[in-house]
């Protein structure tokens, strides 16, 4: 594929993902007090699903002829999220979530936008599939913080 654009965007993407799995990986590790049992397992099914996500992301490039980023420092330099500070707090850990989503669910919703010009129906139909998946996420998150 020639659109070099639409390639950052997609390794812009798969960084994020990237760290975002090394946050939730922590969060998963340094979750303390009420919530413990609950947050401890929902960060793991994240983490875990953000895994199959990363690989679909990366094989996806190279479905559609590129390569992707693969190295800690071209993701840290490319993702829009940013390493986290160890958080030990549900509320917290929550709120990063949730803030986290959002940065990748815009990402994804500008791909998806490209995708259908660019007609690659492969990527449309997973950042469709990732929109969906997250706006349901988010409004768990979103209703577990009310508590």
Known sequence: MENKEYI????????????????????????????????HVKYEELYTRAQVVIDELAERIL???????????????????AENPIIHKGAPGVEYILKAQEDLLQQEKQLLEVSGTENDEGTNALMSDLI????????????????
């Open 8 to 39: 950052h965007a997609l390794n812009g993407l798969l960084a994020s993902y990237q760290v975002h799995y090394q946050n939730l990986r922590s969060l998963h590790w340094n979750v303390k007090g009420q919530g413990f049992f609950e947050l």
């Open 63 to 81: 479905s559609i002829g590129a390569t992707p980023l693969s190295q800690f420092k071209e993701y840290l330099s490319t993702s829009s999220i």
């Open 132 to 147: 969906r998946e997250k706006e349901k996420t988010n409004w768990m998150f979103k209703s577990w913080l009310e508590h």
